[in-house]
């Protein structure tokens, strides 16, 4: 009754109190712990001793036994493990000698002469001097609980999905830490946890050391796992999420600024993750930190993810300030970073706040070489924990790819497994100050649908749109929608793009918008459909100075169906997504 029509008791330890009167009370049990519906309670069936007066000392514990039972616990008289071998054997409470007691101790199933015998209540309290066992029977000295006892109770409120000889499964959704404890657990050998286990402290994976997650991992509010250089955490099929309906802060990468992130033996300099088989990371605040927050010698984090998913993280991948280098010639190299088949999903389960709110599911800051094959990424619509200015990839001083996979059998590919953005306000941002280096792009056989911006990309060196599919749409009536905008970019290559009209979008939208080129580029064998213009040359788009004036943006062997406007030069119209403008 109370969880079906209580439905917010069922995030508690219910304990349920009766009295039954005299001529109903046909059981002779004080009380007992047990599951309904995979929700755990315990009942004092007797609230009383008498119809009119509660015996205090016996109530409590009582209590204290039944909540013994909620976490692991067993008679000491008739219900724990008395074979000596047994990975449950408490020998702090019966030691390794069969205690005397006043009944014939019979041979546990299982067991040879290696046993004892059970604690058999008052026949074992005359023999021995008190505190007593917690679980050793109704007395008021029955208080102690032995340090492997303690141990198991932690066990049950952590392995939340084994079942030893109690069922304590629900237990660890009960207790809700404020924070993660201080004294973390470290992993200084190889490890595999093919089990579900709720952490109530952070993990630090240490140099040398493998983690290898298989099972599920609840981390604790605010808790978080280190991967220090020299360690590897393996994610294969594992799931790390969070304990309770708030964020924990993730994985942290630790790297080091001035090593490669070449293997050396089998070895890398820095911390490495690898997730594969749908491994799942959710509800954190940064999924992969790919650094030592706040120390900025410790840079570099390496991270490879095949067919995992990032799912309603804050963020989901956060890289900066690092540059890789050959281990022999010193010569500059991509950043080791890939993801292939990934899935970085932010949807209305986001436990965001105030505090963390979504936007952007890749942070990169001046590093070069991330690669990005065939992963979709997507964002609900705009809400209190997730803001309108979203990015699947925003970059600053960084250079990337993004690229499909080939799905065909032939030479050259002829289909691919595209890359899929949906739902952001710029789907890819990726910009430069102008630097003496400014990084490159390349984005090829993707497809972007229900964003305002597909690619915005400005001041880079060199950008690469190629053979994708751009579905153009607005989400306000004061912006119009864009396929690709590129501002100061000093060498494009702009081909083979499909740019048109999203399915529900009502209002106009451009295709290319170029804003102030000074080089020499094309706009090459496009295609432009249902749009108010395909494209769109704004400012000067010449090489500055050049005595004729004739080199600078040309617009070659590119098709257009039923658009308002082909070319459009000049500044597009003020009005909220107007047509207008000179048609060139």
């Known amino acids: 009754y109370v969880f079906d029509n209580y439905p917010e008791s069922q995030n508690v330890l219910n304990h349920i109190f009766t009295m039954p009167p005299a001529s109903c009370a046909n059981d002779n049990r004080w009380g007992y712990y047990s599951i309904y519906n995979g929700n755990a309670f315990v009942h004092t069936y007797y609230s009383m001793y008498s119809d009119w007066y509660v015996v205090w000392n016996d109530h409590i514990e ?22 000596i071998s047994h990975y449950d054997f408490l020998d702090d409470v019966f030691g390794l000698c069969s205690e005397e007691t006043c009944e014939p101790c019979s041979t546990p199933s299982g067991c040879e002469d290696d046993y004892v015998c059970y604690l058999t209540k008052q026949c074992f309290w005359n ?18 609980i032995s340090p492997k006892s303690a141990g198991r109770m932690h066990r049950a409120l952590s392995l939340y999905d084994n079942s030893f000889t109690v069922n304590n499964k629900p237990m660890h959704k009960y207790v809700k830490e404020k924070y993660s404890y201080s004294i973390p657990l470290t992993i200084t050998s190889n490890e595999t946890w093919d089990f579900a286990i709720k952490m109530y402290q952070d993990i630090v994976v240490a140099n040398n050391a493998i983690l290898t997650i298989t099972g599920e991992v609840k981390m604790p509010i605010d808790g978080k796992i280190i991967v220090q250089p020299g360690a590897q955490l393996i994610i294969d099929g594992g799931r790390i999420t969070s304990a309770h309906n708030q964020l924990w802060s993730g994985i942290e990468v630790w790297g080091n600024k001035n090593t490669h992130q070449y293997a050396v033996n089998g070895s890398y300099g820095q911390g490495y993750v690898e997730l594969k088989n749908g491994a799942t990371i959710e509800n954190a605040v940064c999924a992969l930190n790919l650094w030592r927050p706040d120390y900025w010698s410790c840079t570099g984090g390496i991270v490879h993810a095949t067919d995992a998913v990032f799912r309603n993280n804050a963020k989901a991948v956060h890289a900066l300030y690092y540059k890789n280098h050959h281990p022999v010639n010193g010569k500059e190299t991509d950043y080791n970073a890939n993801f292939t088949r990934c899935q ?41 924990n997730i803001s309108y200015w979203t990015s699947g990839i925003a970059a600053n ?7 499909g996979l080939c799905n065909s059998l032939v030479n050259p590919c002829t289909t691919y497994d595209q890359s899929i953005f949906l739902g952001f306000f710029t789907a890819i941002n990726a910009v430069s100050s102008g630097s003496k280096s400014p990084p490159a792009i390349t984005v090829t056989h993707s497809r972007f649908a229900d964003n305002d911006f597909g690619v915005y990309m400005r001041k880079l060196s060199h950008a690469t749109i190629l053979s994708c599919d751009f579905n153009v749409k607005r989400q306000d009536n004061w912006l119009c929608g864009t396929g690709i905008f590129s501002e100061g970019v000093f060498n494009f290559s702009i081909e083979e793009n499909t740019l048109a009209k999203y399915n529900n979008f009502n209002g ?10 000074d080089g020499q580029n094309q706009i090459y064998r496009n295609n432009y459909a249902g749009l108010h213009c395909g494209n769109l040359a704004e400012g000067k788009n010449i090489i500055q100075g050049y005595p004729s004036n004739y080199l600078g943006l040309e617009y070659r062997c590119n098709t257009n169906a039923r658009n308002n406007l082909w070319l459009q030069h000049g500044a597009p119209d003020p009005r909220p997504c107007a047509g207008g403008g000179r048609a060139a």
């Open 127 to 144: 023999e021995q001097t008190p505190p007593f066992p917690l679980m050793s029977g109704n007395n008021i000295n029955s208080r102690y």
């Open 397 to 403: 001083e960084a250079g990337f790819s993004v690229s």
């Open 508 to 517: 106009n939208g451009y295709g290319v918008i170029v804003k102030g080129l």
């Open 62 to 83: 009582h209590i204290a036994h039944e909540y013994g039972h909620a976490v692991g616990l067993h008679h000491t008289y008739d219900g724990e493990k008395r074979c």
């Open 344 to 384: 970085f999903v932010v949807d209305n389960n986001f436990l965001g706040d105030e505090d963390h709110v979504f936007y952007k599911h890749v942070d990169l800051n001046h590093v070069r070489g991330f690669k990005f094959r065939a992963c979709e990424f997507s964002v609900s619509a705009p809400s209190d």
